[in-house]
T-cell receptor, first 112, second 114 residues
Framework: GESVGLHLPTLSVQEGDNSIINCAYS??????FIWYKQESGKGPQFIID?????DKRQGQRVTVLLNKTVKHLSLQIAATQPGDSAVYFC???????????FGAGTTVTVRA | DVKVTQSSRYLVKRTGEKVFLECVQD?????MFWYRQDPGLGLRLIYF???????EKGDIPEGYSVSREKKERFSLILESASTNQTSMYLC?????????????FGPGTRLTVT
């Protein structure tokens, strides 16, 4: 079936380095993508989103890249900090309603 | 700030019990959602509602029902709890003009069925 997936379930990053979290999707009809961050004991929080008519979008220390040709989405975190340790989820909106389809998540651990 | 609250952070119930999970949002959002979160599976949609008294099945509705009698409140009901319903349950809400994506989540309820 069609699904959103992440390439790696875990990622260990040295503090100060840049992080790249990848996500593959298979539904070419998806037109909206979103990244969430979930810290331990909390619900997911919005990080950044991107529409299918864009290739790149930047936020504060984060950049989302969308490659529709290979159906790939990535989240880049600049100068990773200990507070960035969390589970990161990508999600896609596959149609005209308000439902999101989530990937399995990548757990990011920042090493001091 | 949008606030989504869930009635319990932790809940332990016995097999066969009827379980109610309550969710309240304070931002007058039309859309509300219930997910369950399991390791390695991400978030899976159980039910959602886009208006009072309206509901639609998500990807895994079996064993669950919902109720939306007021705009701010969305309840998830486990008619007869089973051990395979042990999970983290997350409620979310979104306004219709959110770009069809951004949802605001509550802190979650960790339910254990013994």
């Amino acid at each position: 079936g069609e699904s959103v997936g992440l390439h790696l379930p875990t990622l260990s990053v040295q503090e100060g380095d840049n992080s790249i979290i990848n996500c593959a999707y298979s539904n070419s009809a998806s037109d909206y993508f979103i990244w969430y961050k979930q810290e331990s004991g909390k619900g997911p929080q919005f990080i950044i989103d991107i529409r299918s008519n864009m290739d790149k979008r930047q936020g504060q220390r984060v950049t989302v890249l969308l490659n529709k040709t290979v159906k790939h989405l990535s989240l880049q975190i600049a100068a990773t900090q200990p507070g960035d340790s969390a589970v990161y989820f990508c999600a896609e909106n596959r149609g005209s309603d308000y439902k999101l389809s989530f990937g399995a998540g990548t757990t990011v651990t920042v090493r001091a | 700030d949008v606030k989504v609250t869930q009635s319990s952070r932790y809940l332990v119930k016995r097999t066969g019990e009827k379980v109610f999970l309550e969710c309240v949002q304070d931002m007058d959002h039309e859309n509300m959602f219930w997910y369950r979160q399991d390791p390695g599976l991400g978030l899976r949609l159980i039910y959602f509602s886009y208006d009072v008294k309206m509901k639609e099945k998500g990807d895994i509705p079996e064993g669950y029902s919902v109720s939306r009698e007021k705009k701010e409140r969305f309840s998830l009901i486990l008619e007869s709890a089973s051990t395979n319903q042990t999970s983290m349950y997350l409620c979310a809400s979104s306004p219709p003009a959110s770009g069809r994506g951004e949802q605001y989540f509550g802190p979650g309820t960790r339910l254990t069925v013994t």
